[in-house]
């Protein structure tokens, strides 16, 4: 029998291309003692995976060249000498770019699938969603009343973060990327506004269009992209205001945010609001993923919460599919059909 | 009977000069009811004096042209019609850069002469030692056993924060201008080691001494300048670190930091090393007032806090030791003698 992955073949120098993956054919492994082998059913596309290609010094280890990408996974157990799991469970882990994984359970959750499709665990469910939490109830402290500044409203994180905001009571204004996602983010997702920043030029045209749908300013500011959006943010943010800083896609691939040097711009900005700026990855706020399934998952059951999935079918397309992601090309939680839904 | 007042005769462009103030007779009002005249002893000279002279928007009001420059001042009342005032009162408040003010008593607060030298309520007893304790108490929540890296270490407010950080047990390297500064800073003040920017080119370098300084990093950085030592600091910073905005004086007369566009470099790190910078302002934190005099004022009455002063003679000399201030000239807290103590 034998298994698919994906390796890294070789860094990127800005934008990725598929010449920096490699598919690789290889033996399943036997599991060993106190393991289980299980096979990918679907596999998660992520922005931060652009930071794993890169050696330089982050918040986590760059994957080695000739190892296999990172990943969250949703799988099935076929083979186990691990006490706590048999054939058949299904489990969200970090079994990476493959058909397969082995694992002593470290880091593995076992998946019911009465609450919502298997595929959640890695989106609305899962990491994304519980991203959108922290970021929302820990990091911004959002309140009823307040109004929020979504960046990538329609993507897997912003998406969350946009509902549960509706759901406390904020005003939200969206930011996503072509007017079919800002109509979602509207209609579906229940935002009071969506900018379409590729109608906007520059920072200023982004600030201006800001200022009308939210003539109050911004009490929270949720960062997923930087770029001109961070710019259009900064002039619109209300005193006492806080901005959680989840990620920076448009910075992945070596945008600069143009020549001019910004930070005089962005830590005035921070000193006469009085503004609060913090970074933060969900990995550090494990102890809210309870609390996070007990609130989010009958909101997800009953549909209170909704979810959208681009899905690619394949392994082998993964890298394509992930080049999409980030140009943008996505709508909602991107997602690898790797295996076939258990029987 | 004259005073005299300095005026803001015309807005600077980048850095001030003296073209920029105007000196100015009048006849000293009379207080009208429920109000008191009083006539300056002491006036502060402080670095966010520079914004002021702007009309950019801001956390406050621009100085009208023609209006008389705000500042501290203490000062003794000579006429009252306040019931809570009587003449020979030592009161501290915004009287301005003028020789004589009238009030009805609204942000004025009696000054104790047992306790320090009355010049203490514009410097370690007043706003600056106010800003440190508020900076390092609530803003960067410092704890003993942690570092702290400390810009304009030998300055009204960076002193106290240095001082208060060692009696609370933390580690301190402090940033100051020339050597003279830094031997201040170690010797007197107590801190660990002190960096001279002076004899540093650039960030890279800053970040260099910093490490050979802390080799562990920093756990809280208190930000009065931004330039290079701020891009010294962000490689030096520890995950879940802390960053006070108090100030930013390299930036206060147009210096850019260079042509690179350093946001996005500021912003990865934040994310990757899950920083929370906050700008804060003194004004905000008027309940801390009374724990900090509670707690630093028998520190400085004890000689424990040591605080040092320049003083500059005359009203009519304010504007050069501002301009001096800006350029770093001043040792300690910068204030001009405006009138003779009381007798």
Same mark, same amino acid.
């Given at each position: 029998?034998?298994?698919?992955?994906?390796?890294?073949?070789?860094?990127?120098?800005?934008?990725?291309?598929?010449?920096?993956?490699?598919?690789?054919?290889?033996?399943?492994?036997?599991?060993?003692?106190?393991?289980?082998?299980?096979?990918?059913?679907?596999?998660? !596309?992520?922005?931060?995976?652009?930071?794993?290609?890169?050696?330089?010094?982050?918040? /986590?280890?760059?994957?080695?060249?000739?190892?296999?990408?990172?990943?969250?996974?949703?799988?099935?157990?076929?083979?186990?000498?691990?006490?706590?799991?048999?054939?058949?469970?299904?489990?969200?882990?970090?079994?990476?770019? /493959?058909?397969?994984?082995?694992?002593?359970?470290?880091?593995?959750?076992?998946?019911?699938?009465?609450?919502?499709?298997?595929?959640?665990?890695?989106?609305?469910?899962?990491?994304?969603?519980?991203?959108?939490?922290?970021? !929302?109830?820990?990091?911004?402290?959002?309140?009823?009343?307040?109004?929020?500044?979504?960046?990538?409203?329609?993507?897997?994180?912003?998406?969350?973060?946009?509902?549960?905001?509706?759901?406390?009571?904020?005003?939200?204004?969206?930011?996503?990327?072509?007017?079919?996602?800002?109509?979602?983010?509207?209609?579906?997702?229940?935002?009071?506004?969506?900018?379409?920043?590729?109608?906007?030029?520059?920072?200023?045209?982004?600030?201006?269009?800001?200022?009308?749908?939210?003539?109050?300013?911004?009490?929270?500011?949720?960062?997923?992209?930087?770029?001109?959006? #961070? #710019?259009?943010?900064?002039?619109?943010?209300?005193?006492?205001?806080?901005?959680?800083?989840?990620?920076?896609?448009? !910075?992945?691939?070596?945008?600069?945010?143009?020549?001019?040097?910004?930070?005089?711009?962005?830590?005035?900005? #921070?000193?006469?609001?009085?503004?609060?700026?913090?970074?933060?990855?969900?990995?550090?706020?494990?102890?809210?993923?309870?609390?996070?399934?007990?609130?989010?998952?009958?909101?997800?059951?009953?549909?209170?919460?909704?979810?959208?999935?681009?899905?690619?079918?394949? !392994?082998?397309?993964?890298?394509?599919?992930?080049?999409?992601?980030?140009?943008?090309?996505?709508?909602?939680?991107?997602?690898?059909?790797?295996?076939?839904?258990?029987?």
């Amino acid at each position: 029998m034998s298994m698919q992955r994906i390796a890294l073949a070789s860094r990127p120098k800005g934008w990725p291309t598929a010449d920096n993956f490699r598919l690789e054919q290889g033996e399943i492994p036997s599991p060993g003692p106190g393991r289980f082998v299980a096979r990918t059913i679907w596999l998660s !596309l992520d922005p931060y995976m652009r930071g794993r290609m890169d050696d330089g010094p982050s918040y /986590a280890k760059p994957v080695e060249i000739g190892g296999t990408m990172e990943g969250g996974t949703v799988s099935e157990v076929v083979e186990s000498n691990h006490p706590d799991y048999k054939p058949g469970d299904i489990v969200v882990g970090r079994m990476g770019w /493959a058909t397969h994984g082995v694992s002593d359970g470290e880091g593995m959750r076992k998946v019911d699938p009465s609450i919502a499709p298997i595929s959640t665990a890695l989106g609305v469910l899962g990491m994304p969603g519980q991203t959108a939490y922290v970021g !929302l109830n820990r990091i911004l402290e959002g309140k009823s009343g307040e109004t929020i500044c979504v960046s990538a409203a329609s993507g897997a994180v912003g998406a969350v973060v946009t509902q549960l905001a509706k759901i406390k009571g904020m005003t939200v204004v969206g930011v996503a990327g072509g007017a079919d996602k800002c109509a979602y983010v509207v209609e579906e997702l229940g935002a009071d506004a969506c900018i379409d920043h590729r109608s906007v030029e520059d920072g200023k045209q982004m600030a201006e269009k800001m200022a009308q749908a939210a003539p109050g300013g911004f009490d929270c500011y949720f960062e997923n992209v930087a770029g001109k959006t #961070l #710019l259009g943010v900064l002039p619109n943010m209300k005193p006492f205001g806080r901005i959680a800083i989840c990620g920076m896609i448009s !910075l992945y691939s070596g945008n600069t945010m143009g020549d001019q040097n910004q930070l005089p711009l962005l830590w005035r900005t #921070l000193l006469v609001k009085k503004l609060r700026a913090q970074g933060f990855i969900v990995s550090d706020h494990m102890d809210l993923m309870k609390p996070f399934l007990a609130e989010v998952g009958p909101l997800v059951k009953s549909g209170r919460v909704k979810f959208r999935e681009t899905v690619t079918d394949g !392994l082998e397309n993964a890298p394509e599919a992930f080049l999409g992601l980030l140009r943008g090309e996505n709508f909602g939680k991107q997602l690898v059909r790797v295996g076939a839904d258990p029987s």
